[in-house]
């Protein structure tokens, strides 16, 4: 069974990280097991230089593994073929019940919106683009939409939602 | 497909990683996808403090994801139930040629043993106990056994024997 997906977007430096924090937080204390993927445009790095698992990665391994009885970590290069998001979701997350994504502004999966009003005076779903994805906003002041708008530090209005939404 | 697995093992200390690293850039030099699997009995960290995919982690994600353009990278909890090695093989490597893997040596793969002089007189897998599984012996001194026995740097050999075996 894959797992619904509900993808936190925002411009950047809105702070989408620290909600999908909040949001792993509040619905692993609700007892759903949470799976999160993050995007990153840039290269990124992952592991500390000199151990173990950085000196196979650095070796030229395409997988490199590494589990012990409490977790497994894998670095796993692409060449060139990036898996889309639902490739990503069905490999890697069979095994959670919902997956908190940050990042994937133009995928289709369903969105919640983080508008912080010092950032930005509009929004990336409600802009020059209406998107249809767009299903509730978080935001640190009032505003007039066609979805849910909740304050920006109600993680529970919003895991609410969620559940309501895709878990229930 | 599931890709051929071999084990390197040894004793602690007399050298695994380096071998392995050796036979994953040969192999890589030759053309071939490897994985490469380590198995750590203890805790082990990856990834840096204050990093987004090490904030989703501590926030409780159960499966963390971090996509680029170039290589993705995952950090699982298994809760209590490891996967074992066969699992981890045809969930995360259907996409290489070869897996090596280091410390599995319980599991009944084939196995090339590191074998160093100042390290200890005697073999993991010709001790008390007799390992079916052994069939290649990467050693600094001469040994004579029952498989054959290269040089502990000789990595075009043992490269050559395991492409022979597993991958003609």
């Known amino acids: ?3 619904p997906v ?10 989408k990280t620290t909600l ?5 937080a509040e ?13 990153d445009a840039h290269s990124f790095s992952i592991d500390h230089q000199g151990k173990d698992s950085w000196r196979l990665t650095q070796a030229g391994a395409d997988t490199m593994l590494i589990t012990s009885p ?6 796993k290069q692409h060449g060139n073929s990036e898996p889309n998001l639902d490739d990503t979701v069905a490999t890697y ?7 908190l994504t940050e990042g994937f502004k133009r995928s289709s999966m369903p969105k919640i919106e983080v508008h912080r009003r010092e950032r930005s005076a ?14 509730a906003v978080a935001s640190d002041e009032h505003l007039e939409l066609d979805v849910p708008v909740f304050d920006i530090n109600d993680t529970t209005g919003l895991c609410d939602l969620i559940v309501k939404r895709f878990l229930s």
Chains 1, 2 share one sequence.
Not at 20 to 24: A, D, V
Not at 27 to 39: N, P, S, T, Y
């Open 1 to 3: 069974m894959t797992p």
């Open 6 to 15: 509900v993808s936190i977007v925002a411009k950047s430096g809105t702070g």
């Open 20 to 24: 999908l924090e909040k949001l792993i």
């Open 27 to 39: 619905m692993k204390r609700r007892g759903f097991r949470v799976g999160a993927i993050k995007h």
């Open 70 to 75: 409490a977790k497994i970590a894998m670095v």
């Open 93 to 99: 997350c069979q095994d959670v019940d919902i997956v």
């Open 122 to 135: 509009t929004l990336l779903c409600r802009g020059e683009q209406h998107d249809p994805n767009l299903f």
